[in-house]
């Protein structure tokens, strides 16, 4: 791939390149696959699902396509495929399992609903006006108290089911791994690009007092091999087709994803005096936003108080 790519990824915080876990997964996999590349950092939409993508000629492939990012990467944008000859073993598909569910899951427990949420804040939301951003963390918080039917009566006990899921999983990874470089082969796959981004975020990101860090501590070998995924690949000296570009305002690459639905064949072009006065008029815009943010979670509000009185207690709304 002669030309200069760009993955667009949320911004760098805690030390790391950037702070999402889907992007750093990415990243990692870009680097072993030793593709060059450049950052582009978007700093709007925190609840949006079309980030990471990445840029490569006139062509942009997103997250919320296929199978993820990294599916995208291998499919449309020709990386190299380091699944090739493991995808199919049956420890890869149940190691990529215990990946995106319980310890996906276990995360982002952590991450919104662990201290108040304030890694999750640090990472997504901390760039947008503070009501604003105090407002989709605590939408995002409510939306996961949702999907695992958190009530205040079964809290304990979710949060007990949650964190014993991620214990066995970090368990089962620590057998897969033992003192081999990568989990399986001993060779790099998506598996491990996914795993150290998790570990990264968990140590770089989590308090000392966090539960799943204590656990993911639990394991050396397991951390072993995230420092030196740290050192390897993050605190190497970079080559200056990878050196970050941060853009505070708002970039073709950030106009791009969030424009069309048609991610393919979209022609790269300059900044035009149309998007310059977009920009002047984008303060007008969020509070547009948070007026609106606002009105919807006061209906909401009104809404669930109506449904806990009828269902006495709220716990049937949940379950």
């Known amino acids: 791939m002669a030309e200069l790519n760009t993955l667009v990824v949320r911004k760098p915080c805690f030390g790391l390149p950037t702070g999402c876990p889907q992007c750093l997964s990415a990243y990692i996999y870009l680097k072993f696959a030793q593709i060059p590349f450049q950052l582009d950092f978007h700093l709007n939409d925190p609840h949006t699902d079309k980030i990471p993508y990445f840029e490569f000629g006139d062509c942009v492939t997103y997250n919320n396509e296929k199978e993820g990012i990294i599916e995208c990467l291998k499919k449309d944008a020709g990386v190299l495929d380091l699944d090739s000859g493991v995808s199919t ?47 989709l963390s605590w939408k995002k918080a ?70 799943l860090r204590i656990k993911f501590l639990e394991h050396a070998n397991l951390v072993r091999y995230v420092q030196q995924c740290k050192t390897e690949l993050l605190e190497a000296a970079p080559s200056p087709t990878s050196v970050p570009q941060f853009h505070t305002g708002s970039s073709s690459s950030a106009s791009r994803g969030q424009s069309g639905s048609k991610p393919k064949n979209k022609p790269k072009r300059e900044k035009t005096q149309e998007e310059k006065t977009f920009k002047r008029k984008a303060k007008y815009f969020v509070v547009a936003q948070l007026v609106a943010v606002v009105v919807f979670l006061t209906l909401m509000t009104t809404f669930d108080d109506a449904e806990l009185e009828l269902d006495d207690g709220g716990y049937d709304y949940y379950e």
């Open 142 to 211: 409510h939306w996961l108290k949702l999907k695992h039917g958190i009530t205040n009566d079964n809290a304990e006990v979710k949060k007990e089911e949650i964190y014993e899921r991620a214990n066995s999983a970090y368990e089962a990874l620590s057998s897969c791994l033992g003192e081999q470089n990568y989990l399986l082969e001993n060779r790099p796959s998506s598996l491990d690009a996914i795993f150290l981004a998790h570990g990264l975020v968990v140590l770089q990101t989590l308090p000392e007092s966090s539960v």
């Open 89 to 135: 073993l049956p420890e890869w598909i149940s190691t990529k399992a215990i990946l995106t569910t319980w310890l996906a899951d276990a995360l982002a427990y952590e991450l919104w609903l662990g201290r108040e949420g304030s890694s999750a804040y640090g990472i997504y939301y901390s760039d947008l006006p503070w009501p604003l951003g105090k407002i």
